[in-house]
């Protein structure tokens, strides 16, 4: 038995030289390692072993192994040295096993240990690099505990594509014990339509492995036991292990979402249709009205009467032709107020029996969608403020202009202005107290969407009103 207190024993060794640079490498070695005989016994150790095992170097010397060993893992332990002595190789021990050491104090920890035959004076002896990877499970078993508390499935794969881990979770949405899916290929969680393709897939993302959602914009499905099919979304999370990096897959079923999209989305059709629905019957019962106001003007001989019953028309005429856009459009809750415009003011100019070489009207409208609570207001200041330049504008046969413009302003809000080159107001006038039902329409409009009215008198004769964006 070696009796040195470095540790080492004494030998008649030709390479003292290398035997000493040998035996420094080993002490300084930042792990645990010991050197043993055939028979079993501790030739060698160095002082991170001493650190590690809780043992003085000289209480270890001259030991057998077993010493180290946990009391169930001794008695096998003399026939596993002795297979490794038969044919010795530099190689991990017990792969595939968990492997645990025992220290002075009694206590037990997870080891790693890698073996290499060493050939000395005295024979082969093997050298085991011991490592302490009691952090390491620490490690392990907290993240397998948050893996297994997490409220969604998780699913861990290897390089391989082989399911390595699975929570409880997951076993409650495909349906399979966790012994069913462990060690078999993910592919068992995808649905028979992807599975072709899902090797490649998994492949190019390991090629640049990152956490990231999988397959953005696409509909992900996934399988369970019994075959049916079931739409997720999966996040993707690489995780670097020594056995190359695992892909940890977090999985929710978005069944019952899916059912509350489809449901909202069948409602709000029937919404779509309902809505079109009273836009449309709403027209049509102020077309009637019209028709009424027309077979009345039509009994009426005093001017004034049937001018007032004429100005109505016009008015129910916008309002109606307001809910036919809104009918006739993918969007029942804006108005497109250009298309309006375009088709509501030549109706009106024909109404005055105005020629376009008489009165010439040009809109100016920005691609701007209203909301149907400013949409008929603004509409019935546009008849208002144009009926208005069209009756006492151009009297006589006179000639001119009419502008209709609708537009941003520079502070995100609107802009209405209906000018004309007639003969103007007369001066002096206040269009807050005109007794006029027109001019008292467009005020009261005009506060209604929360506009600031602005008239000029003449020369060109303008109204404008600033109105900031709806909510």
């Not at 470095?6 to 390692?33: I, Q, W």
């Not at 952090?135 to 508390?149: C, D, Q, T």
């Not at 929570?167 to 462990?182: H, W």
């Amino acid at each position: 038995m070696p009796a040195a207190a470095n540790g080492l024993k004494e030998s008649t060794t030709d390479h003292p030289a290398g035997e000493s640079r040998f035996r420094r490498v080993v002490e300084a070695s930042p792990s645990a390692m010991i050197m043993v005989s055939p028979e079993g016994r501790i030739e060698m150790v160095n002082v991170q072993a001493e650190r590690v095992f809780g043992y003085t170097r000289s209480e270890l010397i001259g030991q057998q192994l077993e010493i180290l060993l946990p009391h169930r893992f001794r008695t096998q332990h003399p026939s596993l040295r002795t297979a490794y002595f038969g044919e010795p190789q530099s190689r991990p021990m017990g792969m595939g096993r968990e492997l645990f050491a025992r220290r002075k104090d009694g206590s037990e920890f997870p080891v790693e240990i890698g073996l290499n035959p060493i050939e000395m004076e005295e024979g082969t002896m093997v050298l085991s690099t011991v490592v302490d990877i009691s952090e390491r499970k620490r490690s392990e078993e907290r993240f397998r505990l948050v893996v297994e508390a997490a409220p969604n499935a998780m699913v861990m794969i290897n390089p391989r594509g082989q399911i390595e881990m699975v929570n409880a979770q997951a076993e409650r949405v495909f349906g399979y014990s966790r012994t069913e899916m462990l060690g078999q290929p993910v592919e068992m969680l995808v649905p028979e339509r992807f599975r072709g393709g899902h090797p490649a897939l998994r492949a190019t993302f390991a090629g640049a492995a990152n956490a990231r959602p999988m397959g953005a914009g696409r509909d992900l499905y996934a399988r369970r036991k019994d075959g049916s099919d079931f739409p997720v979304e999966i996040g993707l999370n690489p995780i670097e292990t020594e056995d190359g990096t695992m892909v940890l897959s977090a999985i929710v079923d978005i069944s019952d979402r899916k059912h509350r999209e489809e449901s909202i989305q069948q409602s709000l059709k029937e919404k779509d249709l309902l809505l079109g629905e009273i836009h449309h019957r709403v027209k049509n019962n102020l077309q009637i009205v019209y028709s009424l106001l027309d077979l009345q003007a039509g009994q009426i001989d005093d001017p004034v009467v049937i001018a007032t019953l004429r100005d109505s028309q016009h008015r129910i005429r916008s309002m109606a032709l307001i809910h036919q856009t809104l009918y006739q459009s993918r969007d029942f809750a804006k108005v497109d107020f250009a298309t309006f415009l375009d088709s509501f003011v030549p109706t009106l100019i024909s109404s005055y029996a105005l020629s376009s070489n008489q009165v010439n009207v040009e809109i100016l409208a920005d691609d701007i969608f209203l909301p149907i609570n400013s949409a008929i207001p603004c509409g019935l200041i546009v008849n208002e403020l144009t009926t208005n330049a069209l009756k006492h504008g151009f009297p006589d046969g006179r000639t001119g202009n009419i502008q209709i413009h609708f537009g941003l302003t520079n502070d995100d809000g609107y802009e209405l202005s209906i000018r004309d080159d007639g003969i103007g107001l007369p001066n002096g006038i206040d269009i807050e107290k005109q007794a006029t039902l027109g001019l008292q329409l467009v005020t009261m409009l005009a506060a209604q969407i929360r506009g600031h009215l602005s008239v000029q008198a003449n020369s060109p004769t303008c109204f404008s009103i600033r109105f900031p964006r709806p909510a």
